[in-house]
């Protein structure tokens, strides 16, 4: 066993939620008065904390909008759109398998504690995770402290650990805390952006490649 520790990005990653995020987020610039961005310009987006996305997208938003923004986007997300985000194919068998072969499993998330707790306990996984980190929890990535916060929990040394993510932000993170890290291909962002930050490989599927690499 070459790590003993995963850690896995949540939106993009394991959940096929990427549409629902940008639609969700369109719907509140546009209740913030604010430009409304593209489709590809919020998929680069996603994985950073909502403060950390509104300053990265609305330099020049003010409190107020920014205010307006966070709460609109809750609400749609958990209340209003009822589009449906389910694991991508063969995840939830899979999170199964890893953990009854002795894998730790923990996620670094850009997301809210509450909308993860509340997917984790629908879903019928929670009790496969040893660590959660969520938005709330730690700095925005990529600032490394979420994943050496999980690593001193855990009592892990670096070494041991891989991190798994669809976006640059996760892996930037992996690299700032000095950690080996491997991409997804289907999650929020291209290929071609995620080539740029060196992970050890992109996967089209975790089910049927990450065995190769762990």
């Not at 959940?15 to 719907?27: L, R």
């Not at 700095?139 to 640059?168: E, F, H, R, Y």
Request: with cysteine.
């Amino acid at each position: 066993m070459q790590y003993k520790l995963i850690i896995f990005d949540w939106d993009g990653t394991l959940m096929d939620s990427i549409d629902k995020i940008v639609c969700c987020m369109q719907i509140a610039a546009k209740y913030a008065q604010l430009s409304v961005p593209s489709k590809k310009i919020l998929r680069n987006t996603i994985g950073l904390s909502l403060e950390h996305t509104f300053l990265t997208l609305f330099s020049e938003g003010t409190q107020t909008q920014q205010s307006i923004f966070i709460k609109v986007y809750r609400e749609q997300y958990t209340q209003k759109n009822k589009m449906q985000t389910p694991l991508y194919p063969g995840i939830k068998a899979y999170l199964h398998t890893l953990h009854a072969q002795g894998y730790q499993l923990a996620i670094a998330t850009g997301k809210s504690r509450q909308g993860l707790e509340y997917q984790l306990e629908s879903l019928q996984i929670k009790n496969l995770f040893k660590c959660v980190y969520c938005a709330e929890d730690s700095a925005s990535k990529p600032d490394p402290l979420m994943l050496n916060n999980i690593l001193k929990d855990l009592n892990c040394d670096v070494s041991q650990a891989l991190m798994i993510g669809d976006a640059s932000f996760d892996l930037q993170m992996a690299h700032n805390a000095g950690m080996d890290c491997l991409a997804v291909s289907y999650g929020a962002q291209q290929t071609e952006t995620l080539m740029k930050f060196k992970p050890l490989t992109i996967l089209n599927s975790l089910p049927k490649q990450l065995g190769k690499y762990i």
